[in-house]
C-alpha cells in the first residue's frame, strides 16, 4: 500500500517514563508467573485445555478448538452447567458456609449470601421460571437493580440453558422494548421500584410500557423498594409467591460447551442496537481464568469488589460468572458512590476488608474531583489489588488511584476487554508486570493482540495504529443475535485479508513494545494531517493539577482540517473563578504543548461542570463535536443525564462571546 495511507495511522505523542514492579512480597505469592506467557505461546491449545480445567465438565471436550473464521467453537463436545460450576459446586467442595455475596442496599440495608445460600436460591428461581414455561434455548429478559435477586435470576437461566438479556435499570421503555423484541424474550424479569439516589423510583410502570404488545408471556417481580403497582392478572408474578415458595432442589442438565450463555445487547456508534451472543464453556474458561490470575484472586481468602453495573458486560464476567466460578467472597452495592456521602465506597472498603477494587476510570476522576480528604477517612489497608476498566485512564489519574487509594502499595490492573471479547484480553499481570500509568501492557498469556496499520501490517515500537486480535480466543463473542452479516461485517471486513478481529480502539506501542488505548478510532482527529487521539490530549490536561477531567473533539478548522476543542472539569481544590481566566486557559494550553508538543495544543478550553456520559460512564465525543462546530445536539437519548448539554451549549455560547 501508499506511503500516505501508512502515515495515515495515529500518531504516538506522549511518552511514560515511571514504572511500578510488584513489590517482591507480592511477586512471589502470585497466582500467575512470567513463565505463563511463554507457555501459552508455544501451545495455546494446550494452555487453554490447561485453563478449561478449572471448571466441571461432566463431559469432556474433544477438541478445544474448532476455527472456521470468523465461526469458532471451544471445548468441542465438552458438556457442563455453568450454574453449577458457579454454585453447587463450591458447596459440594465444602465451602457451603462461604459467604459468596456481601450485598450493601443503598439505604443501608444487607444481605449475607453463603455458597449454599447461593445454590438454594438459584434452585429456586430456576423451578420458578421452570413453573412460569422457561425452558432450554428460551429468551429471559432481565431489568432489575442490583439487588442479589439479578444474580439468582441470571444462574437460573443459565441453569436452565435458558439465555439472559440483561438490560441496564435505567434504560428508557423504548429500550427494553427494542431488546425485548429483538430476542424474542418469554418472560420479563423486574422489581416494583429501584433506589436512585436515596429515593425510590419507579421501575414496573416502565416495564410495563416496554412490554405491551411484545412476546412477554410473564413478568416475574421482584419487591424492593415497596412502592405501588400497576399489575396485570395472569401476566405478572410476584416473586416472593412465585420463587419463595418454590422447592430448594434442583438438578441441573448438562449442556454443550457451545449452548448459549447470554445475549447483551451493546449499543454500537449507530443504528439498532446489536444482540452480542456469548456462549457456554469457552466464556466461563477465560472469564474464571482472567478473574483469578488478572487479580490475584485467592479463594476464601480475598474479598473481592467490582463496581460494575449487572446491566453491563463487566457486571456480567466479572460480578457473576468469572468470581462466582472461582469461589469468590463479593460485595455487591446497590447504590451510587455519593449517596448519602461520597466516601461511601472508602466506607464499604473499610466494613468488609475488601482486597480487590474493581472500578472505572471515570469514577476514579470523580473521585479526584471530589477530593483526596474523602478516602483519606477511611481504613483502606485491606486492599491489595486495583483494577480499571472501560476506558483508557490517563496516568494522573491512575498515579492518584495508586497513591490516595492504594496507599503505594497495591499493582494496578489496567484491563483492555469489550462486551465481544467477553472478558480481560490486554492487562498485567499483577505480581509479573512492571506497569506503567495509563498503559493495558500486553496481551494475557494465551491472547494474541497486534497494532496495525491501515494495510493490516504491524507498527513498530513508538507508532500508533489500530487495534486487531489476530487469534482466536475462548470467550469470543459468537455472533451478533439474528444477524451473521453485522457480525462478519462489523469486526471482520475491516482486515478481511488478514483475519483480523477489529475492535474499533486505536492503540500505540511504546517504546518498551507496551500497548497504550488510545481511545476510539471514530473519535480520532486530523490536525493539519497530523491523526491524533483523543485519550492523549486528554490525559496531558489531566495532568494539570487543577484538572479532573477532560473531554477533547476535533472540530472543522478552515486552516488546520479540524481544530482541538477541550472541555474540562476542575478539582474540587481548583478555585473555579482564577481557574478559569484567561491566564489560566492559556496556562492549560501551554501545558499540553509543553507535554505532548505544540500540534496538540488546543484551539479553545471550555471550563465545565459535567460531561456528557453514557450510562456506562463513557463520554460521548458526538455531542461534544456538535457543540464545538455549533450545531444541534444529536440524539442524546443514551445520555445519562441530558441536561448537561444544554448546559454545555450555552456556556459554548458565552465563551465565544467574550
Ligand atoms: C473501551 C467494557 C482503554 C474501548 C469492558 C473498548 C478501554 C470499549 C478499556 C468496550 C481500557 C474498555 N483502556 N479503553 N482498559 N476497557 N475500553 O463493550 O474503547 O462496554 O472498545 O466493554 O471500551 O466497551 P464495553
Not at 480 to 507: C, H, M, N, P, V
Amino acid at each position: 500500500m501508499a506511503e500516505s495511507e501508512k502515515s495515515s495511522a495515529l500518531s504516538a505523542l506522549s511518552t511514560e517514563s515511571r514504572a511500578f514492579p510488584p513489590s517482591e512480597e507480592f511477586a512471589s505469592q502470585a497466582n500467575a508467573t512470567a513463565d505463563w506467557y511463554d507457555r501459552a505461546d508455544s501451545d495455546r491449545e494446550g494452555f487453554w485445555a490447561e485453563q478449561a480445567d478449572r471448571l466441571h465438565w461432566t463431559k469432556k471436550w474433544d477438541t478445544v478448538l474448532d476455527w472456521e473464521p470468523p465461526f469458532a467453537k471451544w471445548f468441542v463436545g465438552g458438556e457442563l452447567n455453568v450454574a453449577y460450576n458457579c454454585a453447587d459446586r463450591h458447596v459440594e467442595a465444602g465451602n457451603g458456609d462461604r459467604v459468596a455475596i456481601h450485598w450493601e442496599g443503598e439505604p443501608g440495608d444487607s444481605r449475607t449470601i453463603t455458597y449454599a445460600d447461593l445454590q438454594r436460591e438459584v434452585s429456586k428461581t430456576a423451578n420458578a421460571l421452570t413453573e412460569l414455561g422457561v425452558g432450554k434455548g428460551d429468551r429471559v429478559a432481565i431489568q432489575l437493580p442490583m439487588i442479589p435477586e439479578a444474580v439468582f435470576s441470571m444462574l437460573a437461566c443459565a441453569r436452565l440453558g435458558a439465555l439472559h438479556s440483561v438490560v441496564f435499570g435505567g434504560f428508557s421503555p423504548g429500550a427494553l422494548k427494542a431488546r425485548i423484541e429483538d430476542a424474542e424474550a418469554k418472560v420479563l424479569i423486574t422489581s416494583d421500584g429501584q433506589y436512585r439516589r436515596g429515593k425510590p423510583a419507579p421501575m414496573k410502570e416502565n416495564t410495563d410500557e416496554a412490554v405491551e404488545g411484545t412476546s412477554i408471556e410473564k413478568v416475574l417481580v421482584v419487591k424492593r423498594t415497596e412502592t405501588d403497582v400497576p399489575w396485570t392478572e395472569g401476566r405478572d408474578v410476584w416473586w416472593h409467591d412465585a420463587v419463595d415458595g418454590a422447592s430448594d432442589q434442583h438438578t441441573p442438565e448438562s449442556f454443550d460447551s457451545e449452548h448459549p450463555l447470554f445475549i447483551l445487547y451493546t449499543s454500537g456508534t449507530t443504528g439498532k442496537p446489536k444482540g452480542i451472543l456469548h456462549t457456554s464453556g469457552g466464556y466461563l474458561t477465560q472469564s474464571a481464568y482472567t478473574h483469578n490470575v488478572v487479580f490475584d484472586h485467592k479463594p476464601g481468602e480475598s474479598v473481592y469488589w467490582c463496581t460494575a453495573d449487572i446491566g453491563w458486560v463487566t457486571g456480567h464476567t466479572y460480578i457473576v460468572y468469572g468470581p462466582l466460578a472461582n469461589g469468590a467472597t463479593q460485595v455487591i452495592y446497590e447504590g451510587t458512590p455519593n449517596t448519602p456521602h461520597e466516601g461511601r465506597h472508602w466506607e464499604i472498603v473499610d466494613k468488609y476488608k475488601v482486597s480487590i477494587y474493581y472500578t472505572a476510570p471515570t469514577l476514579i476522576r470523580t473521585f479526584m474531583k471530589w477530593g483526596e480528604d474523602i478516602p483519606a477517612k477511611y481504613d483502606l489497608s485491606s486492599l491489595k489489588v486495583l483494577g480499571t476498566v472501560g476506558e483508557p485512564i490517563n496516568p494522573e489519574a491512575w498515579m492518584w488511584f495508586r497513591e490516595k487509594i492504594g496507599k503505594d502499595n497495591c499493582p494496578i490492573v489496567d484491563t483492555w476487554w469489550q462486551t465481544e471479547t467477553g472478558s480481560q484480553m490486554i492487562a498485567p499481570l499483577p505480581g509479573v508486570t512492571a506497569t506503567k500509568p495509563g498503559s493495558a501492557m500486553r496481551a494475557l498469556p494465551g491472547i494474541s493482540a497486534t497494532v496495525v496499520d491501515d494495510t493490516g501490517t504491524p507498527v513498530g515500537n513508538g507508532e500508533g495504529g489500530y487495534l486487531v486480535l489476530d487469534k482466536p480466543w475462548p470467550s469470543m463473542l459468537r455472533g451478533i443475535w439474528g444477524d451473521t452479516e453485522r457480525y462478519k461485517d462489523t469486526y471482520w471486513s475491516r482486515f478481511a485479508e488478514q483475519g483480523y478481529y477489529f475492535a474499533g480502539d486505536g492503540a500505540k506501542y511504546d517504546d518498551d513494545g507496551a500497548i497504550w488505548l488510545l481511545g476510539r478510532v471514530d473519535d480520532v482527529m486530523n490536525i493539519s494531517g497530523h491523526r491524533i487521539s483523543t485519550t492523549e490530549v486528554e490525559s496531558a490536561l489531566v495532568s494539570h493539577p487543577t484538572v479532573a477531567e477532560a473531554a477533547v473533539v476535533g472540530a472543522s478548522d478552515e486552516t488546520t482540517g479540524q481544530g482541538i476543542v477541550a472541555f474540562v472539569i476542575l478539582r474540587g481544590s481548583a478555585s473555579k473563578d482564577e481557574a478559569k481566566g484567561e491566564e489560566a486557559i492559556k496556562a492549560l494550553r501551554d501545558h499540553v504543548s509543553k507535554e505532548i508538543g505544540p500540534i496538540a495544543k488546543p484551539r479553545q478550553i471550555l471550563v465545565v461542570e459535567e460531561l456528557p456520559k453514557t450510562r456506562s460512564g463513557k463520554i460521548m465525543r458526538r455531542l461534544l463535536r456538535d457543540v464545538a462546530e455549533n450545531r444541534d445536539v444529536g440524539d442524546v437519548s443514551t445520555l445519562a443525564d441530558s441536561s448537561v448539554m444544554d448546559l454545555i451549549s450555552s456556556g459554548m455560547s458565552e465563551s465565544k462571546e467574550d
